[in-house]
């Protein structure tokens, strides 16, 4: 079965400061897809960054990075130098090959305070 | 381009009614999925369509249906409704034409069943 945990419930730090937001995947697969979500207090995830099983390369956009461990299973996500603006809950899901559907982790809700 | 469209964003109802949601996708989307956001459950698939038809279902109970148009737009409905169909419900659309594609939500709708 596929399954998605995100250990922390919740971080808090301050500006400037960096965070990782953790996150372990399960799947019997050989072909799958990570996601990580944002979700502000708006309520709309916001989607910001895909990956797929076959493409181990770690990515840095700005401030974001991700971290992508097949070895174990794991798919982390790094904000350096935070900011305010980054606090929202932060999501990352599974999906199989030939279906849309996305399996959530619970979320890590990040405060970050000035 | 414009995003995905939920409407209505808030809706009151009480035990026993049914409820429509609608989702209109971003143009050319094809593929278009329901989700649950609940304190408790998290996020949970609803289910999956594309081109008019059901690819993937969620573990919900019968009272929960959905369909699409010829025109991408979506509609879940929600019969007998029961307190523990509060929740907000997320519409997402994706182009589906390669698996593994990111998916765009919508703002949500806030079902609130008194």
């Known amino acids: 079965a596929q399954k998605v945990t995100q250990a922390q419930t919740e971080i808090s730090v301050v500006e400037k400061e960096d965070v990782t937001l953790d996150c372990v995947y399960e799947?019997?697969?050989?072909?799958?897809?990570l996601f990580w979500y944002k979700q502000p207090p708006s309520g709309e995830l916001v989607f910001l960054i895909r990956?797929?099983?076959?493409?181990?390369q770690n990515e840095i956009s700005g401030r974001y990075s991700w971290n992508f461990q097949k070895s174990t299973s794991s798919f982390n996500f790094t904000i350096t130098a935070s900011q305010v603006v980054d606090s929202a809950v932060y999501f990352c899901?599974?999906?199989?090959?030939?279906?849309?559907?996305?399996?959530f982790g619970t979320g890590t809700r990040l405060q970050v305070f000035p | 381009k414009a995003g995905v469209t939920q409407t209505p964003r808030y809706l009151i109802k009480t035990r026993g009614q049914q409820v429509t949601l609608s989702c209109s996708p971003i143009?050319?989307?094809?593929?278009v999925s329901w989700y649950q956001q609940t304190p408790g459950q998290g996020l949970q698939f609803l289910f999956e369509?594309?081109?008019?038809?059901?690819?993937n279902k969620g573990n919900f109970p019968g009272r929960f249906s959905g369909r699409q148009f010829s025109n991408s737009r979506s509609e879940m409905n929600v019969s007998t409704l029961e307190l523990g169909d509060s929740a907000l419900y997320l519409c997402?659309?994706?182009?589906?034409?390669?698996?593994?594609?990111?998916?765009?939500f919508g703002p949500g709708t806030r079902l609130t069943v008194l």
């Open positions: 997402a659309s994706s182009w589906r034409q390669f698996p593994g594609n990111e998916q765009f």
């Open positions: 990956r797929n099983s076959f493409d181990e």
């Open positions: 143009s050319g989307h094809r593929s």
């Open positions: 799947t019997r697969d050989t072909t799958y897809y």
């Open positions: 369509y594309f081109s008019e038809t059901q690819r």
């Open positions: 899901a599974l999906s199989e090959a030939n279906t849309d559907k996305l399996i």
